[in-house]
């Protein structure tokens, strides 16, 4: 089994539209929680952190629930330059410091 | 600021040869980590330097992969010799610190090719 699960997409959505990505996670002793963005052909950009809370900024909003081992990405209003790959990422934990990254999820989002 | 920087940004091998590929991270960073992603695969940690010392490197797939970085600044990744599945994008990340919550920045990555 993969340590973080996600949906590959893609997701086809017209500008304006909301949508949510959702991961799971095997290793409860993952401490953090990342989404990461990958525009075709470039490197993997943090787009916000995880926390149990939520957090939200702007357009996006991301929540942890670690009882059922999830992570989830909502985007409002999508616009043309969100189309991207969006990658749940984990910080393992247990004195190591490595990001564990998903496959992503291919989003495209079209006028 | 300059970012963390790869070179080359493609490279194309014959089976057998051997390659070198080099990252300048962020100027100060004492973490650096090495990643790849091979075709269809998720990007997968190979491992992660503090300073010029080797803090982990768990996720190197066998001993024809050697990383150093010497003196601390820069690091080369070197395969040799040069196997068909080691096809894929090599990443390079540094981060100013070791904590969870500290962000690591990503180079464009090294196009890696062997036929």
């Known amino acids: 089994r993969k340590e973080v699960e996600q949906d590959p997409g893609p997701f086809n959505v017209p500008e304006g539209a909301t949508v949510a990505f959702n991961c799971t996670y095997s290793?409860?002793?993952?401490?953090?929680f990342f989404w990461y963005r990958q525009d075709c052909r470039k490197e993997p950009k943090l787009l916000m952190s995880v926390y149990s809370s939520g957090n939200e900024d702007g357009r996006f909003t991301a929540q942890l629930n670690r009882a059922s081992q999830y992570i989830s990405l909502l985007i409002r209003d999508s616009k043309l330059s969100d189309s991207a790959t969006y990658l749940c990422v984990l910080h393992f934990s247990g004195g190591y410091n490595k990001l564990i990254f998903g496959a992503g999820t291919r989003l495209a989002v079209h006028p | 600021e300059a970012g963390v920087t790869q070179f080359p940004s493609h490279s194309v091998i014959e089976k057998g040869q051997t390659v070198t590929l080099r990252c300048d991270p962020i100027?100060?960073?004492?973490?650096l980590y090495w990643y790849r992603r091979v075709m269809g695969k998720e990007i997968k940690f190979l491992l992660h330097?503090?300073?010029?010392?080797?803090?982990?490197e768990s996720g190197m797939p066998n001993n024809r992969f050697l990383a150093e970085r010497t003196g601390g600044t820069y690091s080369t990744l070197k395969v040799q010799p040069a196997e068909l599945e080691d096809s894929g994008v090599y990443f390079c990340?540094?981060?100013?610190?070791?904590?969870?919550?500290?962000?690591?920045?990503f180079g464009q990555g090294t196009r890696l090719t062997v036929v």
């Open positions: 990340a540094s981060s100013l610190e070791m904590r969870e919550s500290t962000e690591a920045f």
């Open positions: 330097f503090v300073k010029e010392s080797k803090q982990d």
């Open positions: 290793n409860s002793a993952s401490q953090s």
């Open positions: 100027s100060g960073h004492d973490n």
